[in-house]
């Protein structure tokens, strides 16, 4: 399993960023895709995370509504669209997949602990 991200930029406050993950290698039908971040010092957390059988999503309580992922159903591409990108979001982005599919409260589990492979990280710097 391969996934390679890409997409990230430095913009200001306001400004969009779409950030793309390309997967190779997954036979399964049940897996999970998931966008993570991390900033120096502090553990890497979920972002967004969609399911591939029927693609509900989870995102983090601080990028609702601004935030959308979208890929579900065997696309060898899943998206994260970021809009009204604020300075808190500044981060490495990092796109990863679980090999199995953990409801929880609707969504899926996002969880670096439940995934099994990780693509490089992308840097996305918001800054006036």
């Known amino acids: 399993v391969q996934l390679q991200a890409s997409g990230g930029g430095s913009v200001r406050p306001g400004d969009s960023l779409r950030l793309s993950c390309v997967l190779s290698?997954?036979?399964?039908?049940?897996?999970?895709i998931g966008w993570f971040r991390q900033v120096p010092g502090k553990e890497r957390e979920g972002v967004s995370c969609i399911a591939n059988s029927d693609g509900r999503t989870y995102y983090r309580e601080s990028v609702k509504g601004r935030f959308t992922i979208s890929g579900h159903n065997f696309r060898d591409t899943v998206t994260l669209v970021m809009n009204n990108l604020e300075p808190e979001d500044t981060a490495e982005y990092y796109c990863?997949?679980?090999?199995?599919?953990?409801?929880?409260?609707?969504?899926?589990?996002?969880?670096?602990?439940?995934?099994?492979?990780w693509g490089k990280g992308t840097q996305v710097t918001v800054s006036s």
């Open positions: 990863a997949a679980g090999m199995r599919e953990s409801i929880v409260g609707g969504g899926p589990e996002c969880s670096r602990h439940n995934m099994h492979y």
């Open positions: 290698g997954i036979s399964a039908n049940f897996y999970t």
